[in-house]
């Protein structure tokens, strides 16, 4: 599948970034300038198309369509590293012919101002809260993210349990990719390997578009909400020489981990599918995301009643 010493490279940064073809390299940005938190506001501006909102002093690029329906979750989608809001349009589209479905270009990404500096989970969770704020109000939300974008998603959910009501993993980066790939590929690894494995912990450290650091660390506890974890079916981490097999082998169990973060989580497996799931097999996500977005309502029309 990989057959030059160039695709090679470019696909073991498809893993962990969710892009084609993304610049590994770049210099280190400075520290991050934090910002006052966005408070959610009453009303969401239940607009149809896509527009730049202001959120901590950024221009941040986000769409939505489908109508809004109380007692139902609005649906955002988080693309992968590398990519942007119109990757997921397909997508989008087709489920918000029954939900109200919103997308965003992170800081570095897209249409998006790029970051003052250097951001970590925290700092681009402040940015999705400011998104849901204004794009979501009071509605519940449920995420579905791509790769980077669901890491991200992953690591959000813990920490804002009244906000998001359900996840959706479409093979998401593991919790511990970088030691993984730290210990599948050695520092005495010589050729594409070699390269591979200094330009991924590059990215990792935070030489990417949007200047992320991408750390390790366990996975949170989000409750007992909904999450459905994808995996890729098609085993194209095996055609990585020499190491492939043993990726395959760690991304394997990195999506095995994720379930953690839910005592109602599942794990399935999109046979036919490569890394991006959502476009080598739509059906598979949106029936993964319309399932969960249903569960997220009836739990919270559940509470509502109790």
Known sequence: ?????????????????????????????????????????????????????????????????????????????????GDDLSKMAALQKTLSAKNRVCSYDRLGAGASDKP?????????????????????????????????????AARYAPDHQDRVKGLVLLDATPSTMGADIARVIPKSAKGPAAQMRGQQLAVFAGQNPEQLVVADGEVRSAGDIPVEVIQHGQPYL?????Y??????????????????????????????????????????????ERVAKQAARKGQGQAHS
């Not at 501006?45 to 769409?63: A, E, H, M, R």
């Not at 402040?126 to 849901?132: A, D, F, P, Y």
């Not at 095996?238 to 020499?242: D, G, K, N």
């Not at 989580?265 to 799931?277: D, E, F, N, V, W």
Request: aromatic residues 6%; glycine residues 14%.
């Open 1 to 81: 599948m990989f057959g030059t010493k160039a695709s090679v490279v470019a696909a073991l940064c498809t893993t962990v970034l969710g892009a084609g073809v993304v610049t590994c390299g770049g210099a280190m940005a400075q520290d991050w300038d934090p910002f006052t938190a966005v408070e959610r506001q009453i009303k969401a501006d239940l607009f149809s198309g896509t527009k730049k909102i202001k959120v901590g002093g950024k221009k941040v690029n986000v769409s939505c369509s489908g109508e809004a329906e109380d007692g139902k979750p609005v649906i955002v989608l988080m693309h992968g590293g």
């Open 116 to 152: 003052t500096g250097q951001q970590d989970f925290a700092s681009t969770g402040k940015i999705l809260t400011g998104v849901l704020g204004q794009i979501a109000g009071d509605h519940p939300v449920v995420l579905a993210g791509h790769s980077l974008g669901g890491i991200i």
């Open 238 to 242: 095996a055609a990585i020489p020499t």
């Open 244 to 289: 492939g097999k043993q990726l395959e082998k760690a991304w394997s169990a990195g999506q095995r981990k994720w379930l953690a973060i839910s005592s109602r989580s599942r794990l399935s497996t999109a046979a036919k599918s490569g890394h991006y799931i959502y476009t080598d097999q739509p059906d598979v996500a949106v029936k993964a995301i």
